[in-house]
T-cell receptor, first 115, second 112 residues
């Protein structure tokens, strides 16, 4: 079974600084997707960024970028120019590429942004 | 327009009662999910439906019964509620071939 690990239960960052959240996963598949979801205090799960395993290029969405190391099975999220609104739980998630597969989530990292 | 909508957002009920949570999506997706988020924020898949057919059924007590009347709706009925059922329940939807899922706002169920 696939597993997703986030080794940092909590992180904090100063406003305007950069922070990196770590994620590792275990799979024997070659076709899969990786995601970062954000859960602010409102409870809504918001997709931050997606990475296809077959793509070597790291995904980027504005201030959010990933460092995808396929061989190491590592998928970290970098948040640049951190803003107060970035404070949330961040979940790393994995989905196999086969049709109809569910999403496997890591335990989450709580990010605090200090003014 | 809300893409994935769950009702109710909050549900407080007594042990032993039966309750339902409804979910609707207007994204044109054909696959829908129920996830449970426990008090430690851990998210775990419960069920998944594709075009009204059950495709994923994790180890969940059979007091939980999902129903999908059509591919835009997935409801969750819970019989004989127990204290341990208290959690946040999320509905989500995606295309069958993926890749990403979109989530409802969650239903916080509290059993007293």
């Amino acid at each position: 079974a696939q597993t997703v690990t986030q080794s940092q239960p909590e992180m904090s960052v100063q406003e305007a600084e950069t922070v990196t959240l770590s994620c590792t996963y275990d799979t024997s598949e070659s076709d899969y997707y990786l995601f970062w979801y954000k859960q602010p205090p409102s409870r809504q799960m918001i997709l931050v960024i997606r990475q296809e395993a077959y793509k070597q290029q790291n995904a980027t969405e504005n201030r959010f970028s990933v460092n995808f190391q396929k061989a190491a099975k590592s998928f970290s999220l970098k948040i640049s120019d951190s803003q107060l609104g970035d404070a949330a739980m961040y979940f790393c998630a994995y989905r196999r590429g086969n049709y109809g597969q569910n999403f496997v989530f890591g335990p989450g990292t709580r990010l605090s942004v200090l003014p | 327009d809300t893409a994935v909508s769950q009702t109710p957002k909050y549900l407080v009920t007594q042990m032993g009662n039966d309750k339902s949570i409804k979910c609707e999506q207007n994204l044109g997706h054909d696959t829908m999910y129920w996830y449970k988020q426990d008090s430690k924020k851990f998210l775990k898949i419960m069920f998944s439906y594709n075009n009204k057919e059950l495709i994923i059924n994790e180890t969940v007590p059979n007091r939980f019964s999902p129903k999908s009347p059509d591919k835009a709706h997935l409801n969750l009925h819970i019989n004989s509620l127990e204290l341990g059922d208290s959690a946040v329940y999320f509905c989500a939807s995606s295309h069958y071939q993926g890749p990403e899922a979109f989530f409802g706002q969650g239903t916080r169920l509290t059993v007293v």
